[in-house]
C-alpha cells in the first residue's frame, strides 16, 4: 500500500513559512483570494482550480477551526455554504463544491479517462483501480496543478484549521467499478495526519449518488481496545466537487461500501496531508488479532461413527491410501461426496429453516465479517455433525488420510478448533494475526449450499507474507493503497478452494501460512440462501 514519499521538498517546506501557518493565520493569509491556479488545457479553454470563494473569507475559516476544536457532540452544519462536520463515530468534515468553477471537474475526469495509467488493485482489503502518485503524472497537466492547488492552497489552510503542522501531501486517483470496494481500515501509520476525499461526478443526473449505489465512504465506531465495530455508524455518498477531509487516529476506522452500480464509475482524488510522527500510533503488538483456540478431541467414539456418516468409499483402506499420497505430494485434497447424500440433505435443511439456531457475528471489522453458529443452539443432523468433526474416531482417520499423530499411542496431545460458518453478501476475513499459522495445522473445509464466489478461500505462501502483511501496515485512505506495491498474487497463492457442495477439502498448512476468505461481493449469486461452511482446524 502506499508508502510515504519522503521529506517535505524545499518548496513545500517555504510555502509553509511563507504563509505565516505558525501564527494560525486565516486562508487569506495564507493565500490572497485573487491567488488562482490555471491551466491552458489541452482543447484551448482555461480550467479553473480556484476554491469556493465561500470557504476563502476569515468568517467561515474561523467559524469551522471553532467547529473543529470543539467537544461538542453535535453535528455541525452551516447554511450558507452547506459545510457538515459529523462527530460520530469520529470527526470528519464535507465541503460541497470545493472549487468554484464546476466545468474543471469534468475537465479533471477527462484528463482521468484519457491520459491516466491504471492500475488494477485486487488482495484481501480490496478490489479497485488506482493511479500512481500526482506527482508522478507530467502528462497530466491538470491533475499536477490540482496537486499543486493542494499543496499551496489547502495544506496551510488545513493547517490553520487544525492546528497540526503539515509537512507535505501525497494524492492520487481511483476508481471503483461495480463491485469493487475497500475494506475496514484506519489509516494510521507513521507521519499520516489528515486523510482526504476529493470526489468527481460531473455526469448529468449522477452528480449526487443515493446510498444504493453503493460507493459510500462509511464510518465505524470502536471499543476500548480500539477494534472498529459493527455496524456502520455513518454514511457518507459520493457528490460531485465534494471534498471530505478527517484526522487519522487510532479509531478512525472506514471502508469504501461497494459500488453496486454500473451506470458510473466512483472516482476521486484522495490521499494524505503528511507531517511530524502521528502521536495516536499503536504498536501492532498492542491491537493483535484473535487467535483459535483448540480443545481435546471428545473421546466418546460411540455416539457418532464415521461409519454412519461418511460415503462409504472414502473408509476403504485403498482409498486411504491414495488420500494419503495426494496430500504428501501436494498438501491438499478435496474429497468430493464425503458424507452419505441423505446426512448432507438434511443438514443443510436444517441450517436453512430451523429458526431455532442462532448466529453471532464474528468481528472485529477489520479483520472478520461473517456468522459463526453457537453451538450450543446446535440439535439433530448439525449437532451430531459437529460430533462427528470432533471426536476421537474422526482424529483416527484423519490419521490414516495425512500420517499425522491426531490418534494412537505416537499422539501426544492432539487438539481442534471447530466453527459453523454462514456466508453471505458482504462477508470477508482478512490477513492479520489471526490467520497467520503459528504451528503446522490441518484445515478441514465442508461446504453446504455452495455458491460460486461465496467463502472462497485463498493460502498464501509463508515467503510472501511479510511483503503482504507491509501492505496491510500501510493501510491507505478512503482510496489510497500504494500504487509502489505491484501485485505479485498469483506468485504468492498456493491453493485457492471453491467451494462445492457435500466436498471436504482437507490442507495441511505449514507454519507461516495464512489465508483470507473473499469478500463476498452483491454480484454473487445467492438465490439458494447463505453458504455455509464447517471449518475445522486440527494439530498433532
Known sequence: MEKSKGKASNEDIADGEVAGINN??????????????????????????????SYTTPLFTEQLK???????????YDP?????????PFQVCLLPDLLQNKITCRELVDEMVQKVQWSRKQMDLYEFYQSTDLSNMANCKLLTSFLQMLRRTVRPWLQALTGIKLDYVSASCSMYTCGDYLLVHDDLLKDRQIAFIYYLSPWENAEQWC????????????????????????KVSPKNNQFVFFKVGSRSFHQVGEVTTFDYPRLTINGWFHGASNNELIADVMRPFGK???????????????????????????????????IEDNSEICLYEFLRREIFEQALEQLLHDDTLKWRLEGPANAHNYEVLDISTASETISRLI?????????ALLRDYTDLDLAGPNAANPTYNLQVQRWTHGNYTVLGDGAICEENTLDLLYYLNASEGAAVVTYLSPE?????????????DDDSIGYEMEQEEDDSVLLTIT???NALNIVYRCEGTTKFTKYVSRNTPLERGPVYVISCSYKE
Open 464 to 476: 510472501a507474507d511479510e511483503a503482504h502483511q507491509k501492505n496491510h501496515n500501510d493501510e491507505s
Open 499 to 501: 467451494p462445492v457442495d
Open 24 to 53: 494560525g493565520g486565516s486562508i487569506e493569509e495564507c493565500e490572497p483570494q485573487s491567488k488562482r491556479v490555471k491551466l491552458e488545457a489541452d482543447k484551448g479553454n482555461i480550467a479553473d482550480l480556484t476554491l469556493n470563494h
Open 211 to 234: 446510498e444504493e449505489q453503493g460507493g459510500c465512504l462509511e464510518l465505524f465506531s470502536s471499543d476500548e481496545r480500539c477494534f472498529p465495530l459493527f455496524p456502520v455508524k455513518q
Open 80 to 88: 450558507a455554504t452547506a459545510a457538515k462536520v459529523y462527530r460520530d
Open 387 to 395: 460430533a462427528l468433526f470432533s471426536n476421537a474416531e474422526m482424529f
Open 66 to 76: 471553532t467547529q473543529w476544536s470543539s467537544r461538542d457532540k453535535e453535528d455541525y
Open 292 to 326: 483459535l483456540e483448540f480443545t481435546m478431541p471428545e473421546k466418546n467414539t460411540h455416539a457418532v461413527s464415521v461409519d454412519e456418516f461418511l460415503n462409504e468409499v472414502y473408509l476403504k483402506a485403498q482409498t486411504k491410501k491414495s488420500i494419503q499420497k495426494r
